[in-house]
């Protein structure tokens, strides 16, 4: 066998590692944005249901978003969230959602948000009413991350 022959097989798997390195830091790096994106979408939303914004705060849900309510009351799909918003009238309560964790699969186009929110009624002050902890799953799907479905439990 010649040096040329011995050596190549060796180079290949160098080539290899280099290649695949580069491919998980890249990956790892589009996961990071994407995690950074769903956070700052997170801070929109919460501006949003701070400023009674219902439309910009839907526009953040997939068309059929699954949300559990605190109480455990399901809705299916935008319209029906938008009907029980509408349906509680003039409120002026609003909700803060802190994402504690968000996990991304770019792969498969999903994530996963976790965290607490407090609900806010400024006629009754500034300390939270009402409190607990929710999930959410996000898609990319449609080329842009959205809320798929959203599970919040009333703890406090």
Do not use: C, H
């Not at 990071?32 to 400023?51: G, T, V």
């Not at 455990?72 to 509680?88: C, D, P, Q």
């Amino acid at each position: 066998m010649t040096t040329i022959t011995k050596t190549l097989p060796k180079n290949f798997v160098i080539i290899g590692m280099i290649i695949l390195t580069f491919l998980l830091s890249f990956s790892e790096s589009a996961a990071q944005q994407d995690e950074q994106y769903i956070r700052e979408i997170r801070e929109a939303s919460n501006s949003a249901l701070r400023a009674y914004d219902n439309e910009l705060v839907l526009s953040f849900l997939t068309e059929e978003v699954l949300t559990t309510t605190g109480n455990g009351t399901l809705l299916a799909g935008k319209e029906a969230l938008r009907k029980y918003i509408l349906e509680a009238g003039e409120s002026k309560m609003y909700w803060i959602r802190t994402a504690l964790e968000v996990n991304v699969n770019e792969t498969k186009g999903l994530a996963w948000e976790t965290g607490t929110w407090k609900g806010y009624d400024p006629e009754q002050g500034e300390e939270a009413i009402i409190g607990g902890k929710y999930s959410a799953q996000w898609t990319k799907a449609s080329g842009e991350w959205l809320i798929k479905s959203q599970l919040f439990v009333s703890l406090e």
